[in-house]
C-alpha cells in the first residue's frame, strides 16, 4: 500500500482552479496547469493540511517546472434526495391541480388560488433546478442562504408569470390568437428573459442555465394549468 502522505489544498489566484499537492513543495511556486500562472505554495504552517496518496501529488515537468494534478472531483449535481424531492412535489402539484380544477367554481377564488400555487410550485422547482444547474467551480449554497435564494427566486417567478398572465389577459389575446401573436410572442419573451436573469442572480449561474432553470418552471405551470382544465397560456381576470 502507497504511503500516506500531507497534502496541501491550492487555489489559483488567476482562475480559480482548485489542486492539491505534496506538502514537499510547501513553499514553492510553480505554474496553474489550467492558466499557466504562477502559484505559491502555502507553507504548512500557514494551509491546513489533508491526506492523501503521493501519486496524488505534484511532479516536476520536463522544464523542470512544478506541473499539479487536479483533484479528483465527485459529481454533486445527481442526488437521489434531488430527485425524490422533484418527484414527489411534482405528483403532489398535479394531485392537488386535479382536485382544484374540478371542484373550485368561484372565479376569484381560484384567482386566488392561482396565485398562491405559483409561489409554492416555484420552491421546490428553484431549489432541485439549483441542484442541477449550478456552477460545480464554486462552493453550492446551503442552509439558510440557499433557502433564502430560493424564496427570492420563487417569488420573482410567481411576481413574473402573473404580470405576464395579468396582461394577456388585459389584452384579451385570447379572443383572436392569430391577429395579436406578434403581441403574445414578444410579451412572452421579454417575460422568459427576466425570468433567465431572475434565476442567474439569484443561484449565481449563466443566463443560459438560468434560461433552462426558468423555462422548466414554466413548463410545469403550464402543465398544472392544463391539468385544472385551464388555458395554458390565458387568464380571465375578469370574470
Known sequence: MAEQQEKIRVTCPGCFKRFEVSAKFAGKEGPCPNCKKPIRIPALDEQVVIREQEAFGGVKGAAGKLV?????R??????PVVLAVV???????????YFVGT???SQSTLTWILALGSYLVALPICWSGY???RDDEFEPYQGQELWARVAICAAAYALIWGIYAFLVGYWELSNDLGE???????TAAVFVVMGSFAAAGSFDIQPLSGFLHF???I???LLLRMTMGLSAYYVNWWG
Open 219 to 221: 413548463l410545469i405551470t
Open 180 to 186: 395579436n401573436l406578434p403581441y403574445f410572442v414578444i
Open 131 to 133: 441542484w442541477f444547474l
Open 215 to 217: 423555462s422548466f418552471y
Open 103 to 105: 371542484s373550485v367554481e
Open 74 to 79: 465527485e459529481d454533486a449535481k445527481f442526488s
Open 68 to 72: 499539479f494534478k487536479p483533484v479528483a
Open 87 to 97: 418527484f414527489a412535489a411534482t405528483l403532489s402539484s398535479f394531485l392537488v391541480a
